[in-house]
């Protein structure tokens, strides 16, 4: 068995990773491509590695032979002047002498994988192998479809993609076995057909799309299951690459820098990121993908009508609400307006302690309080302050305030000329019983000096969305936050979600019911796990205090490692630092029993 790597491209998608070097010289995770392939190649004991270069080929080379020259491999150069003029089909050409002489492993050199998946391959029963991939949306290139018996019945071009057929897809992950036999009697004589009618400007997958048009019993699928695998053409494949392989704090940290985008990162579950489990129905997800082109052809309405669809939504004067990009959007709008000292209690959404730059910024420590809201404290921080901001429930710790006690906080700020920010962006979570709403014109029309912002990107299950209101009677106050922002600030399919929210009000509070009834039946669970503290918490998250000498970083970093779970380590938020707290998104029942199951088997 041998192996042979094409490694002539110019990478150009890459830029200054690139620059004068070879594609496989790149860097992932610190350690580089080529390095990463030898090592594999190396576990499955193979004794020959044929490498084609092309762009930076002696530099690969001269790399390849003073780095491993005590390797039990021997190495075979084989170079592509015409790199630069072709396609990898005119570089497996060039290597096919040594394609006929033994059976080979092909691989590609913009690929990083698992090491373990080259010595699974040659270990296959199968002679002749095509490694795939079950199709995900991140996926680009050819794939393939399998008969029942896991061989390859057809080789699908980019361009013959049907996404109503994707989930019968594989992914062609660019790692072959061929026989010997394979090589000489099928595979190079059609190799050289192909390119006296074709050219060497194709790919050498067109080439077995071709043999498996003749005969589908040749080439078994070895489908991958839990291994890693990425292909790199440009800066951004390189970024995830870096995050999937990475190991330790730094992938914890490279995954909790990204904010999201977690679809690119197969079989992680998030319970970081906040979000209703419950809601939306399948009906209305219908219903916006019925209407999913004329959305994406048209402009979106300006301010002004979004304004009327938020009012409409939660039943208030057009003239007392504004849409924004996420409850974000609004919160840093706030940043231009808002003049004097703010108050806030720490710890608390980061958004509210990190924009107010104009401001100076006076807090209440709750962590003197066991981390909860003291009717008290705010009432006489809201003496001492301009404006006052608060979360309820709070932000990560649960904490809620009752509408009777915050009415009488709201009425204190009132009556000394303080501004208040109440932020209500969880509190659709709250038990039936105690859950209530201040976007309601009565109440602003009687508190002038009131603010509500709401995200409806975490309530409504919708972050992609981006959509969030602030409510207020302070009409100049909306107008000047207004003009602070662009017209067209909401996509149309956030306006179209607007327009359509109002047919799905009884789902929205079943949904709310669900996961205020989950996330209490996954609080009793998690306060059966010795070496939790659980936190009462009237959200959709839950505040665990870690006992028995856990810490949070090294939890948070073993659970995604080993596990795909995704936690939020608050061991560098504001009042937790040097202690050991996790907050837990509460997800469906299904996902948080995984996660119970998960943190028991570390007791």
Known sequence: MQALMLAAGMGKRLGKYTKGSAKCMVEVAGEKLVDRVIEAVEQAGIERFIIVTGHAGEELRSYIEEKFKDSSIE?????????????????????????????????????????????????????????VAKYEPWMDGTVTLLTEEDYIKEFVEKKDFKFKRKGEYYKT?????????????????FLEAYIKSYGTNEYYELVLKAISHLS????????????????????QDLDIANTLFSKGEEKLKLFQKRFGGYWRFEGV??????????????????????NYLELLTQYPSGMYVQSINAGRMFGVDESEILVGNGAAEIINGLDTILQGSVGVTIPTFNEYVRCFRNCTLETIDSSKNDYRLSKEALIELSKRVDNLVIVNPDNPSGSFIKYEDLIEIIEACEARGTKIIIDESFIDFANEEVRYTLIDSKILNKYKNLMVIKSISKSYGVPGL??????????????????????????????YFLQIITLYEKDYKA?????????????????????????????????????????????????????????????????????????????DEEDNNYLLNVLKAYE
Request: glycine share 2%.
């Open 75 to 131: 190495f075979v150069f084989v170079h592509n002047s015409n790199y630069d003029k072709s396609n990898n089909i005119y570089s497996l050409y060039m290597a096919k002498e040594y394609l006929e002489q033994d059976d080979t492993i092909l691989l590609e050199s913009d690929l990083i994988f698992d090491k373990n998946i080259v010595k699974n391959v040659v270990q296959y029963p199968s002679e002749n192998v095509v490694t």
């Open 173 to 189: 992950v660019n790692i072959y076995k061929f026989s010997k036999e394979f090589s000489q009697k099928t595979y190079v004589p």
């Open 216 to 235: 589908c019993s040749c080439l078994k699928a070895y489908k991958l299951s839990n291994e890693k695998w990425y292909e790199i053409d440009d800066a």
């Open 269 to 290: 579950k998030d319970y970081c990121y906040l979000v209703n489990p419950y809601f939306p129905p399948k009906r209305m997800v219908s219903q916006m993908k019925d």
């Open 466 to 495: 981006r959509l969030g209101v602030i409510a207020s009677s302070d009409k100049e106050l909306l107008q000047r936050l207004k003009a602070a922002m662009a017209v067209w600030n909401i996509n149309s399919f956030g306006e």
């Open 511 to 587: 949904a709310c019911n669900l996961i205020a009834a989950e996330r209490n039946r996954f609080i009793e669970e998690l306060k059966n796990i010795s070496f939790l503290k659980v936190y009462p918490s009237q959200a959709n998250y839950v505040l665990c205090e870690l006992k028995d000498g856990f810490k949070s970083k090294e939890m948070a970093i073993e659970l995604l490692e080993k596990d795909n779970v995704l936690i939020k380590d608050l061991g560098e938020k504001t009042t937790f630092e040097g202690k050991e707290f996790i907050r837990l998104a509460v997800r």
